[in-house]
Structure formats: structure tokens, C-alpha cells
């Protein structure tokens, strides 16, 4: 087409002015391509994010209140680029880690680069290296430049922990109980322009853990808010609020029954509920929970039998009976045994995640489908109109067409149609009839 062609040749026209990568079109062979991503550690928030996990070359931004995982969810993430042979880089700023608290989460100490600096300037100098200006002579290359020797043994994630503990640059200048105001936000609004190039180049995801505040001037809807200003949250392709589940804590089993909890021991462990608040790769807005221990980091086993059953592994034979071929006779009555049984039976637990886990890698999210259905929904509110169109008159007001049968089968719709129809032909007394009853009225009336 004429259209195209003189497209393409603009396309070239630029490219000898400024450079063959300045522009491109969106079919050729450097084009952007879908979003990779690894498992978050959970598979409910892996199917709450859209893609089954954390975006690689992204911002990721982890906000919540104390003791809402943060740290934990930031940690499974590196265990797993280490599962896949990549390491990470953990900017300690709270100076709260330890290796025995990693190696417990299966964090392996070897493939970790860990900074115990809170000097904000620093960190992010560390990250995208120093320029040269009249003081240096050339560049001093930081992580993510390319070719650097940690890029070519594989990192794959930058954690900061927190951007909240990171003192700006003015900040470590002046007194203490000085008023100034918003100096993390004006530091990340620029610092953040220089980091997310290079981490869509490199393929690395940056993970920024964010403390809750009060927002004393608030006075209604939530009060929880973070600080740092608006520049993370507009370079954040994800952002994952987490919360604890109101009386959620779990116990230590009783003479080691995991099944029945000691309240008088110390809690183990609680439920995190994760909101999607932002998401540029996928659908946003939605909510995953999960199981985190504190020694032990995120469970999957409570989440099997969500996710078996939501792909089909495991079968709901009737409203309480569950068939799987590793349940005892092939089936359990209730979902609280199958959870039981999962809880309880590691080689059932394994077994029936690896069927998840290879569904998910062929068929994706499961929300990630059901948001493929939308049209087909859409296709089902127009059969159902074009019928309701055929026994009402809608350009002339809501009445049935006079003396003319309407040449739509009663059964096929749902009680609240035929409530209306039954409106619209004056009948009464109908809001209590079962739906055989109002079908018959009808017809009556008809």
C-alpha cells in the first residue's frame, strides 16, 4: 500500500539523521515483545499479577505496613533468579539482614552482592555508575551498565530496602530537625529518569520496598499512605500493596498436628492479602492471598487446591465431592479435607504443584483468561437483548407487541427477564413465584 511505503520511508528517513535504533516500526525484528516474568514464590500472586510473576526489566514498587512481608516477598523473589541461575543485588539500607535468616528463606548467600549503605546517592550511583565531568576524566561504570561483569554473571534484581531509610543528598547536609521538605521525592523524580532505561535494556528488575505512613490530614476513606512522592509510583510498572489478614496468625500444632494449633504457643506465621494498585503488564486492580512463615517464607500448599481446582486438576464431581487420582479412592467429601490432605501429604503436595505449575506454563494466568472471555460475554448481552427485542416494542414504550405471540422459547430466560416481561403485561403478584410458576403466568397471559 501507498500508505505503508511512504511510512517505511520515513521510518529510514529518520534513522539516517539519527541513528539506526532512534526509531523502528513495530513489526520488525527488534520489536517489543511480551513482558518476561519469574514466580513471585506464590501462585495466587503470580496469577494476581497477569503474567505469572515478577516482570523482568521493570520497576516493581512493594509498599505495606510492619510486618506485611515486604522484606520476605523481595527475598522469595531472589530465591527464585537463583533457582534459575541468575543473583541479585539486596541494598540493606534497614540494615536488617542476615545470612542465616536468607539461607532459612532458601536464599543462597554465595549468589547474593549485598550493600549496607543508606547514602541514597551512593546506592543509585552503585546502580547506573558516575558520569564524567571536569573532576573525572571518563565514566565510572555502575551495575547495569553494559558489559559489566555483574550483568555477565547474570543478575537479574536489584532490591532496595527501603527507599525509606535512603538519606538524599541535601538531607545528610543539613541539621537535624530541619524542615525540608519533600527531598526524597526530588532526589527519585531524577534519579529515576537514568534507571529505568537501563533496566529495560539489561532485563533487570528493581525492587523498591516502601514503608506506610499516616496521613494526618486525612479524614476519611484510608489513611495509609506512602512517602517519597508521586515519581516512584509513576516509574513503577507494578506496584503491590500487602496487609496482614485480620486474625490470621498461625500456631505450632498441637502434639504435631499441623491440622490443630497451640494458641498458647508464639505465632509461626500469618496471611498476607496482596492488592495490585498499578499494573502496566497486565490488568490491575486485583487481589491475591497467601501464607507466609516467618522462618520458612511463603507456602504454596494452601493455594493447591485453589489453583487445581481452578485449572481442572482437581475435579468438583458434586457440590462436596472433589475427584483427584492421588486422593484416597480417587475422591474427598469437602474442600476442607483436600486442603487437609495437601497440608499433610508432601508427596500429594509436590505432585499436584508440578501439574499446576506445567498447566500454568502452557495455558498462563487464570485471570489472565477469564479477561479473555469479556467478548464472549459481550456476544451473550447481545443474544439476550436481540431476544428480549423480540417480545418488546421498544420503539413504542414497554409493551408486548398486540396479539402477537412472541417467538421466543420462555425457558431460555432467566427469572429477572421474565419478571419483567411480566411487568410489562401487568401482572401481580408474581415477585415470589419460582421461575415454572412465572413461565406458566405468562403464557397464560399470552
Not at 76 to 98: L, N, S
Not at 399 to 408: F, G, Q, R, Y
Request: charged residues 30%; proline residues 4%.
Amino acid at each position: 500500500m501507498v500508505v505503508e511505503k511512504t511510512l517505511l520511508e520515513g521510518i529510514e528517513e529518520l534513522r539516517k539523521y539519527y541513528g539506526e535504533a532512534s526509531v523502528f516500526g513495530a513489526t520488525e525484528e527488534f520489536r517489543i515483545t511480551d513482558v518476561e516474568a519469574y514466580s513471585s514464590g506464590s501462585l495466587n500472586l503470580d496469577d494476581a499479577i497477569g503474567i505469572g510473576g515478577w516482570p523482568e526489566g521493570r520497576v516493581v514498587m512493594l509498599s505495606g505496613i510492619e510486618s506485611s512481608g515486604k522484606s520476605l516477598l523481595a527475598l522469595m523473589a531472589i530465591k527464585e533468579i537463583q533457582k534459575q541461575g541468575g543473583c541479585a543485588v539486596y541494598f540493606d539500607a534497614e540494615q536488617t539482614y542476615t545470612t542465616s535468616w536468607g539461607e532459612r528463606l532458601g536464599v543462597d548467600n554465595d549468589r547474593l552482592v549485598l550493600s549496607q549503605t543508606s547514602d541514597a546517592k551512593e546506592v543509585f550511583e552503585l546502580i547506573v555508575g558516575k558520569p564524567k565531568n571536569k573532576k573525572r576524566s571518563k565514566a565510572i561504570p555502575g551495575m547495569l551498565t553494559p558489559g559489566s561483569k555483574l550483568l555477565a554473571a547474570g543478575l537479574k534484581a536489584i532490591v532496595i530496602d527501603s527507599t525509606n531509610s535512603l538519606i538524599p543528598p541535601m538531607e545528610a547536609t543539613a541539621e537535624v530537625g530541619s524542615a525540608n521538605i519533600a527531598l526524597m521525592a526530588r532526589f527519585l523524580s531524577q534519579e529515576l529518569k537514568r534507571v529505568t532505561p537501563l533496566l529495560k535494556k539489561a532485563g533487570v528488575t528493581l525492587f523498591c520496598i516502601m514503608q506506610a505512613r499516616e496521613n494526618p490530614g486525612q479524614m476519611y476513606g484510608d489513611s495509609i499512605t506512602v512517602s517519597g512522592g508521586r515519581a516512584l509510583k509513576h516509574a513503577a510498572s507494578l506496584w503491590v500493596d500487602l496487609g496482614i489478614i485480620g486474625g490470621s496468625k498461625i500456631h505450632p500444632g498441637k502434639d504435631g498436628d499441623p491440622l490443630e494449633q497451640d494458641t498458647d504457643e508464639p505465632p509461626i506465621g500469618h496471611k498476607i492479602r496482596a492488592k495490585i494498585r498499578k499494573n502496566k503488564v497486565a490488568p490491575p486492580f486485583r487481589k491475591a492471598e497467601y501464607t507466609i512463615y516467618y522462618q520458612k517464607g511463603i507456602d504454596v500448599r494452601p493455594e493447591l487446591a485453589e489453583q487445581a481446582l481452578k485449572r481442572g486438576i482437581i475435579e468438583r464431581i458434586s457440590s462436596k465431592i472433589y475427584g483427584y487420582s492421588g486422593f484416597p479412592d480417587g475422591k474427598l467429601n469437602g474442600m476442607s479435607n483436600v486442603e487437609a490432605a495437601i497440608a499433610t501429604d508432601r508427596k500429594l503436595a509436590r505432585r499436584i504443584l508440578a501439574e499446576v505449575k506445567a498447566h500454568r506454563d502452557t495455558n498462563g494466568s487464570i485471570l489472565t483468561q477469564e479477561d479473555n472471555t469479556v467478548d464472549d460475554l459481550m456476544a451473550l448481552e447481545d443474544y439476550e437483548k436481540e431476544v428480549i427485542d423480540e417480545v418488546l416494542d421498544t420503539s413504542g414504550g414497554s409493551t408486548l407487541k398486540p396479539d402477537v405471540e412472541p417467538d421466543v422459547d420462555l425457558d431460555t430466560l432467566s427469572k429477572a427477564q421474565l419478571l419483567d416481561l411480566a411487568k410489562v403485561k401487568g401482572l401481580t403478584g408474581i415477585t415470589l413465584l419460582n421461575k415454572e410458576e412465572l413461565t406458566k403466568k405468562i403464557q397464560e397471559a399470552i
